[in-house]
């Protein structure tokens, strides 16, 4: 007893001799160790507010992002299909018009940028693009120079690669005037080569993962891309079990990474049959897949998810957005909008298929009417016509 005694006696000393820790303190996650990286914890709470500010700019209703990262080579392949030579000038005069179009910013919240569009100036002020871009309310970006890779023994699929030096591009691309980047992961399915596999999503995802926790750190949003492909003769329900897997993974990956969420946004592709499916879908039965994908997977703490098009048509791709926007329901918190460039841009091209250079006056009026269709769909308003959005398959109908 007299033992016991001495020892409570004991206790309740050293309690008197320790300092009294705030509860706010005792409950904020350690900055090493367990809970390090939890939800950004990393960042200071002015990194998270600034990170929050520009994803909530970027998901502004009824506004979109204009997504004309494609490298010289890409857009250079576009000019000449239809004889316009391949000069920095012309893409820099082309660009230009996608950013300073009157009205632009009434659809347009960001826009998604070269590294060589970030050094180029406008013509009417003299002004780099990014500093235009921000004056007009539309946030500027970049996608960081990256490479594809195979994958081996994965029937040829993809991972890609810029990791290593990303830290210091994201350095370069914060002073010139850049708010986020993007980063895409191509995937395709495949299903009598078992694509994508479990190590296919698994390394795509995580190098998604890692890419977004490197932006935050960089005061960058990461918009995260895992792109899966239009390719294949897949039904939706295969579309849907697939893009459930690959985004869980996603968001599963930026967890465990720490990612803050809150300052991070989702451009994904359109969940839909594949091409050469046979079998038809309208397009509230491919509006509905969609949501149902989100509801299972996309975190509430995300403000927006963008949609790429990816090979759909215009028409097709504001006819599926409508339809997603119009059935939407409580259960679905977040904006979605678009985030569109062979959709919006090819059409603008073929307005030069046998004239005399680049026809920069008739391709800003045809933008500005494709834009005000994007905007309508990221509303649910757009007055979409009979058969828009529907899936025709090309064997035996439904």
């Known amino acids: ?16 001799r320790a300092p009294v820790v705030p509860r706010a303190a005792a409950s904020s996650p350690p900055m090493s160790g367990i809970g390090a990286c939890h939800a950004g914890a990393f960042l200071s709470a002015e990194e998270k507010a600034h990170l929050e500010k520009i994803a909530a700019m970027i998901g502004t209703p009824g506004k979109g992002i204009t ?10 392949d576009r000019f000449e299909a239809v004889g316009v030579e391949n000069t920095e000038e012309n893409r820099r005069a082309y660009r230009q018009v996608l950013f300073e179009s009157k009205g632009a910013s009434d659809y347009l919240s960001a826009a ?15 002004e780099l693009f990014p500093k235009v871009l921000m004056d007009a309310g539309i946030v500027p970006g970049v ?3 990256l490479k594809v890779y195979k994958l081996p023994g ?46 296919t999503i698994e390394a795509n995802m995580r190098d998604l993962a890692r890419y977004a926790l490197i932006c935050q750190a960089e005061g960058l949003v ?3 891309e895992p ?12 579309a849907v079990r697939v893009n459930v897997k690959v985004q869980a993974e996603l968001f599963h990956q930026m967890n465990l990474h720490g990612v803050y969420m809150e300052g991070a946004i989702l451009k994904s592709n359109m969940v839909n049959p594949g091409r050469d499916c046979k079998q038809s879908y309208t397009v509230d039965e491919i509006a509905e897949a969609n949501l149902q994908v989100f509801r299972r997977c996309f975190p509430t703490a995300m403000v927006t998810a963008n949609f790429l ?14 339809a997603i926007n119009k059935r939407k329901t409580a259960k679905d918190p977040w904006n979605l909008s678009f985030s569109w460039s062979a959709a919006i841009q090819m059409p603008l091209f073929q307005l030069c298929k046998g004239k005399d250079g680049l026809q920069l006056e008739a391709m800003g009026e045809l933008y500005m009417k494709e834009l005000a269709i994007a905007g309508a769909a990221a509303l649910g308003k757009h007055e979409r016509q009979k058969g828009e959005g529907d899936h025709k398959g090309k064997g035996l109908f439904k």
């Open 309 to 322: 098009s990816g090979g759909q048509s215009l028409e097709d791709a504001a006819a599926r957005l409508d």
């Open 154 to 199: 994965q029937s040829g699929a993809t991972v890609m690669q810029g990791l290593d030096s990303l830290a210091a591009r994201c350095q370069e691309y914060k002073k010139a005037g850049c708010e986020f980047a993007k980063w895409r992961s191509p995937l395709e399915i495949d299903v009598a080569a078992g694509q994508p596999s479990d190590l």
């Open 67 to 76: 997504a004309c990262d494609e490298g010289p080579g890409t857009i250079g």
């Open 227 to 238: 792109d899966i492909s239009l390719k294949g003769d897949h039904d939706l329900e295969t």
């Open 1 to 16: 007893a007299l033992r016991a005694g001495a020892l409570a006696r004991a206790r309740a000393a050293a309690r008197a």
């Open 112 to 126: 998604i940028l070269d590294p060589e569009t970030l050094y180029q100036k406008s013509s009417t002020n003299g």
């Open 222 to 224: 990461p918009i995260v």
């Open 143 to 145: 996608k960081p120079h």
